[in-house]
């Protein structure tokens, strides 16, 4: 096939994982006779520094006409106080191309329990998807600002929903769960939130479609426990904006480290936006030394969910299994006693189990 591929390094050590996202992307074209093109493009504090915006029109339309982008990471210390920020980018981005569902697959690895601060049999079981709604709730709402009035200032965030946008992200969330183990928990805040109970309400409407699914609720705040006390049992989690922003962060310490997870941001048609849930890590920045790992995952979710190559997706998260399990290892993830590869040795031994494989 022929596919044609943004790719947005962005910020700190954005463009030296994308590097070698596209790397393993075109050793896969290769592998299996496809043609992917790459086109580069901005986004970010770099693209601040550049043209005084964190992401240009030009950008936008890009990846609009592409089949797939991928991403690396925004912000840095640099523009932390600006009044332009390079997060702006990036909400844009996900909010113009409609990208409304995040896909954040938490499984980890057993050769890395290690990493984790949690206790090896906790993490027996554990495969979690988190779906986070991202176009809406707490990032989105209107009023959101600053405002003064009479020498008095208040800032305001608002979170909105129409049941609509509910009804889509817990539709998605329920489609994936049959692929699944079917589980379904749909996590609020309804309790106190005007919005969490409508979610609330509209989750166990839309979960009726699907007969075959268990749809549990649970408060955000009992789940930022039960995530930690007993990962193993969930299976698919829908939610919120924000709250599906903090969640996978947490979620992450299962799997011992940032540097590991991919996501995926998907709208309705089959065009997506691949990132690393890390962000561009300003303190490793320029050191060659970053896990490529979320991004290389990422590049498999790509192929799955927009090219529709699942073949290729699986051989790039096998070769991935495979080097774990062979021990390879970034500095994020090796113990005191192992030795430690960087973003471009890691990614090799990730290439040559991925061209030695059948
Ligand atoms: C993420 C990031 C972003 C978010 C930031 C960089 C705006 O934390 O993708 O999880 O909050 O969505
Ligand atoms: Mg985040």
Sequence with gaps: MHAHIITLPGDGIGPEVVAEGVRVLQTIAEKFNHQFEFEEHRIGGCTIDAYGTPLRDETLDACRRADAVLLGAVGGPKWDCGEVRPEQGLLRLRKE??????LR????????????????????????????????GLYFGKPQGRFEENGRVRAVDTLEYTAEEIRRIVDLACRLAQTRRQHVTSVDKANVLASSKLWREIATETARAYP?????????????????????????????????????????????????????????????????????????????????????????????????????????????????????????????????????????????????EH
């Design 105 to 136: 697959p938490v499984k980890p690895h057993p050769a890395l329990t290690h990493a984790s601060p949690l206790r090896a049999e906790k993490l027996v079981g554990v495969d979690v998807l988190v779906v986070r709604e991202l176009t809406g």
């Design 212 to 356: 075959n699914i268990t749809l549990d609720h649970l408060l955000v705040d009992t789940c930022a426990m039960r995530l930690i006390s007993a990962p193993a049992s969930f299976d698919v989690i829908v939610t919120e904006n924000m709250f599906g922003d903090i969640l996978t962060d947490e979620a992450a310490v299962l799997v011992g480290s940032l540097g590991m997870l991919p996501s995926a941001s998907l709208g309705a048609g089959t065009l997506g936006v691949y990132e690393p849930i890390h962000g561009s890590a300003p303190d490793i920045a320029g050191k060659g030394i970053a896990n490529p790992i979320g991004t290389i995952l990422s590049a498999a979710m790509l192929l799955r969910h927009s090219l529709d190559l699942p073949r290729e997706a699986d051989a790039i998260e096998r070769a991935v299994e495979r080097a774990l399990t062979d021990g390879c290892r970034t500095a994020d993830i090796a113990r005191p006693d192992e030795r430690v590869l960087n973003t471009r040795t890691m990614t090799d031994a990730i290439l040559a189990r991925l061209t030695t």
């Design 97 to 102: 191309l409609n990208l409304f569902a995040n």
